[in-house]
């Protein structure tokens, strides 16, 4: 009874963990460039006790295996590009391609670190080092890097910012000339499991791990004026939802059937 006790709230516990994700999945359904989770399982290890006899004609291996319960053996970050929204906005990017990021750069404290995203929403702010232009940021404040890890900047005299088919952000300014603002730093990364949320949409490459190159970009890889949207399938986050609660109540009376068990061998006792 100690068993199924046992088995039933490690389980129990691990799958709170899975409707966590749920529930981060659900609410994260109308966030641009959000990456949904989804969860496996896989068993912990088995004990077998042999106390059963041998003799007779048993065709099945003597012993009582009994598990210990599962645990969530992965959280996946899916890859699957979301649907480009059209907004018509000259500073909105979306990214066709599920193994490509924006590169931007976080400073706190006088450090910096460049973090990955697939939110292409961005603005213009002033240039902390130069009060005659304007760079590119998100709406955290983190800067655009272009393909040389530099900020993007833009002249103070633009008009209108076009992205051509090469990936190189153009600015038209108001005497109508040209002034070129650098190409969009993208990078592909191997194997985006190994990356590390940093909260909301940005992730963290593992230090000592390489596995990302930069890509040369195009609009064959970046959508201007649109912004893609949330991979979550709502469906789909629904059926896993009720699916996790019928085995979280399952547990919940293996739980409650072992109690009962122990009460009535403690009656027994008196």
């Known amino acids: 009874m100690n068993i199924s006790s046992n088995i039933a709230s490690v389980t129990m516990g691990q799958l709170q963990s899975k409707l966590d994700t749920i529930s981060n999945n659900v609410s994260n359904s109308e966030t641009a460039g959000y990456k949904r989770r989804d969860v496996t399982f896989s068993d912990l290890l088995n004990q077998e006790y042999t106390n059963q006899p041998t003799e007779g004609n048993r065709l099945t291996p003597p012993g009582l295996r009994v598990g210990s319960g599962a645990k969530i053996a992965q959280t996946r970050l899916s890859n699957d590009p979301g649907i480009a929204m059209q907004t018509g906005r000259m500073l909105d990017f979306a990214l066709t391609n599920g193994y490509h990021f924006f590169q931007v750069e976080r400073n706190d404290n006088g450090g910096s670190e460049t973090r990955l995203t697939r939110e292409g929403a961005f603005f213009l702010t002033e240039n902390p080092n130069n009060d005659q ?103 789909k986050e629904m059926s896993d939802l009720m699916l996790t609660q019928r085995h979280y109540q399952l547990n919940a009376r293996s739980l409650s059937i072992a109690d009962e068990m122990a009460g009535l061998v403690n009656g027994i006792r008196r």
Do not use: C, H, W
């Open 133 to 235: 232009e304007l760079v590119l940021a998100n709406e955290n404040g983190f800067y655009l890097l272009d393909n040389n890890g530099e900020r993007m900047t833009v002249p103070y005299t633009f008009e209108s910012l076009q992205m051509n088919s090469n990936g190189q952000l153009e600015a038209i300014l108001q005497d109508g000339t040209t002034a070129a603002i650098g190409e969009i730093g993208l990078v592909e990364v191997e194997k985006p499991q190994l990356l590390e949320a940093a909260g909301n949409t940005d992730f963290l490459m593992p230090d000592g791990d390489n596995r990302m190159q930069p890509i040369a970009a195009s609009d064959q890889f970046i959508q201007q004026g649109a912004l893609e949207g949330s991979n979550v399938d709502m469906a």
